[in-house]
Nanobody, 122 residues
Framework: VQLQASGGGSVQPGGSLRLSCAAS????????IGWIRQAPGKERERVSC????????YYADSVKGRFTISRDNAKNTVYLQMSSLKPEDTAVYSC????????????????WGQGTQVTVSS
């Protein structure tokens, strides 16, 4: 049973990246998926959450209008499309599978994925 985040990299300000959160050993269909990030020297920050069927999405104010969370249950994968990236978006991004979204909080998390580094710099 594993969650794996991928798709990070280095990009210039204003650029875009798409992160993926892929599950193996279990089906994502029944889980809400949340993304969090942690920058060096800063506290962990909740970024976004999507309900199990994808009908509800939630975003932190800091990313609203720039990031889009989506899921493809057929591919057992959740995506985080990040656009208009800023240097302050630099962090390690991780995903988790939980029971449901309570706003951007992924409640009752059961599985965690290793993070992927996103660096936004000119």
């Amino acid at each position: 049973v594993q969650l794996q985040a991928s798709g990070g990299g280095s990009v210039q300000p204003g650029g875009s990246l798409r992160l993926s959160c892929a599950a193996s050993g279990f089906t994502l269909d029944d889980y809400a998926i949340g993304w969090i990030r942690q920058a060096p020297g800063k506290e962990r920050e909740r970024v976004s959450c999507i309900s199990s069927r994808g009908g509800s999405t939630y975003y932190a104010d800091s990313v609203k209008g720039r990031f889009t969370i989506s899921r493809d249950n057929a591919k057992n994968t959740v995506y985080l499309q990040m656009s208009s990236l800023k240097p302050e978006d630099t962090a390690v991004y991780s995903c988790s599978a939980g029971a449901r979204c309570i706003g951007i909080r992924n409640y009752s998390q059961q599985y965690w994925g290793q993070g992927t580094q996103v660096t936004v710099s000119s």
